[in-house]
């Protein structure tokens, strides 16, 4: 097996039985994932190259380029997979968790406000998976995602990222 070089984008490999660095995932697992965990339909990603830079931040683009590739950024991080739980970003969920059919939290408008500061509340009205939700608000009646949430033991933990908070 190789090694990671972090200073550069690598893409994925296709499927796992191409995978030439140890631990690094495959484009396969990340679609399954979306479709497993939040009912993205795998098509949805036709069109997109998945990369890999660090340990496990995974990249999403929409086109090709050739691999590897030594820049600062391509496309956009849409998920983190070196860690027990694979977290999806912020970026990603407000991109794509509009596809998503299943681990999405409808939030009533406090709720919604409170998860865009990066509140931490008390939800008990899930019956889902424990996990990482996408938290969801209806506007002009489409849900639309507000970012991903770790729900654990009735509590739904904001992990909007810092500067992406907002008082709504």
């Not at 027990?84 to 299943?102: I, L, M």
Request: charged share 30%.
């Amino acid at each position: 097996m190789s090694e990671n070089d972090g200073q550069r984008f690598d893409r994925l490999p296709a499927t796992p039985a191409e995978r030439i660095v140890e631990g690094r995932v495959s484009r396969e697992e990340v679609v399954d994932y979306f479709e497993d965990r939040f009912g993205i339909p795998p098509e949805t990603f036709a069109d997109y190259t998945f990369w890999e830079k660090g340990a496990g931040k995974i990249w999403i683009y929409a086109g090709e380029a050739p691999t590897p590739l030594e820049i600062e950024a391509i496309g956009m991080t849409c998920l983190r997979t070196r860690q027990e739980h694979w977290k999806p970003t912020t970026d990603f969920v407000q991109r794509f968790g509009g596809r998503a059919t299943d681990c999405v939290i409808e939030l009533d408008s406090e709720e919604a406000r409170a998860f865009a500061t990066g509140e931490d509340q008390e939800i008990e009205r899930w019956d889902g998976d424990w996990g990482y939700l996408i938290g969801a608000h209806e506007i002009a009646g489409d849900l639309e995602p507000i970012g991903i949430g770790l729900y654990v033991h009735g509590e739904l933990r904001s992990m909007v990222p810092k500067g992406r908070q907002r008082e709504l």
